[in-house]
Nanobody, 134 residues
Framework: QVQLVESGGGLVQAGGSLRLSCAAS????????MGWFRQAPGKEREFVAVISRSASNTLYADSVKGRFTISRDNVKKTVYLQMNSLKPEDTAVYYC???????????????????????????WGQGTQVTVSS
């Protein structure tokens, strides 16, 4: 049973920065691609960023590209989301999630796999609130 716990959310002014952390326990963290999603009130959960299990590949939503950076530490079993130049529209609950790679494909494909759909993820944290004031 994998458990994910997010931290680092809070209230920040527009233009400011926050660093989210997601600590994992149970399971084998280095086996999973790790992603960040967010959900604003009245909206569906949306993809923000993902990092492959080897950290060799990352993807970002267009809305955060150039402002957010995802990283991971497989020894600490933690994934991070550095958020800079925050905007009011970044206000949401942020969730980290872990995805078990499919049982097919080459070693390279598995190591660089970066899922972006919620249904591809198997483990979810409880979320942390990020509020950006204008």
């Amino acid at each position: 049973q994998v458990q994910l716990v997010e931290s680092g959310g809070g209230l920040v002014q527009a233009g400011g920065s926050l660093r989210l952390s997601c600590a994992a326990s149970g399971g084998t963290f280095s086996n999973y691609a790790m992603g960040w999603f967010r959900q604003a009130p009245g909206k569906e959960r949306e993809f923000v960023a993902v990092i492959s299990r080897s950290a060799s590949n990352t993807l970002y939503a267009d809305s955060v590209k150039g402002r957010f950076t995802i990283s991971r530490d497989n020894v600490k079993k933690t994934v991070y989301l550095q958020m800079n130049s925050l905007k009011p529209e970044d206000t949401a609950v942020y969730y980290c999630a872990g995805a078990v790679p499919p049982g097919w494909g080459s070693w390279t494909q598995i190591e660089t796999w970066t899922p972006i759909e919620t249904y591809q993820y198997h483990f979810w944290g409880q979320g942390t609130q990020v509020t950006v004031s204008s």
